[in-house]
Antibody, heavy 129, light 108 residues
Framework: QIALKESGPALVKPTQTLTLTCTIS??????????VGWIRQPPGKALEWLAL???????HYSPSLKNRLTITKDTSKNQVVLTMTNMDPVDTATYYC?????????????????????WGQGTLVTVSS | DIQMTQSPSSLSASVGDRVTITCRAS??????LNWYQQKPGKAPKLLIY???ILQSGVPSRFSGSGSGTDFTLTISSLQPEDFATYYC??????????FGQGTRLEIK
């Protein structure tokens, strides 16, 4: 079955660069239509989408964070990596990676949409000096 | 950017109650609306995609409806395990993909 797991530092200092790795299993980053997204959630707050990468290396970023984010994939390692530069205490959050899909199980078709299923367990990143 | 606004922000209900949560988009998003459930300390779980299609394995007491700008998530008879926070999400026009602010469903 499909599974994802995030890894990375639990603590980073302000101005440092955060590198998070999402290790996937149960699907391939080379399969047409496949995508992996990153979403974060500050403590007690709502979900915020960060970035999305597709099997063909098409990439999309949150416009508000685009200048700080880079998403890449390593198909040989089954990994997706997110880097975020110039970290600030407001970036303290749980960071999730998630499998992007658009397969409609009901009709057996692909829809022109994006939803995330399943998600990784998340990793809490604290930004503090 | 398309803004997603959920109401109410929090809700108290009892086991067995019928509950409805609303999500409104700042512009039409057709049926490109998905719902997630998140329990404390856990990752979100997909409940409904394309506004009204129940994800495999999700109990039938959950249902979704709507199109355009107004959407609802209904739980027909609340069960103890349904007390959680619910989020809507759109990707009709992205980036960005946007989520609602969440609706916290608490036990009365």
């Amino acid at each position: 079955q499909i599974a994802l797991k995030e890894s990375g530092p639990a603590l980073v200092k302000p101005t440092q660069t955060l590198t998070l790795t999402c290790t996937i299993s149960g699907f391939s980053l080379t399969t047409s239509g496949v995508g992996v997204g990153w979403i974060r959630q500050p403590p007690g707050k709502a979900l915020e989408w960060l970035a999305l990468i597709f099997w063909d290396d098409d990439k999309h970023y949150s416009p508000s964070l685009k200048n700080r984010l880079t998403i890449t994939k390593d198909t040989s390692k089954n990994q997706v990596v997110l880097t975020m530069t110039n970290m600030d205490p407001v970036d303290t959050a749980t960071y999730y990676c998630a499998h992007r899909t658009n397969y409609d199980h009901l009709w057996g078709t692909y829809r022109p949409d994006n939803w995330f299923d399943p998600w990784g367990q998340g990793t809490l990143v604290t930004v503090s000096s | 950017d398309i803004q997603m606004t959920q109401s109410p922000s929090s809700l108290s209900a009892s086991v067995g109650d019928r509950v409805t949560i609303t999500c409104r988009a700042s512009q039409s998003i057709s049926s490109y609306l998905n719902w997630y459930q998140q329990k404390p300390g856990k990752a979100p779980k997909l409940l409904i995609y394309a506004a009204s299609i129940l994800q495999s394995g999700v109990p039938s007491r959950f249902s979704g409806s709507g199109s355009g700008t107004d959407f609802t998530l209904t739980i027909s008879s609340l069960q103890p395990e349904d007390f959680a926070t619910y989020y809507c999400q759109q990707s009709y026009n992205y980036p960005p993909i946007t989520f609602g602010q969440g609706t916290r469903l608490e036990i009365k």
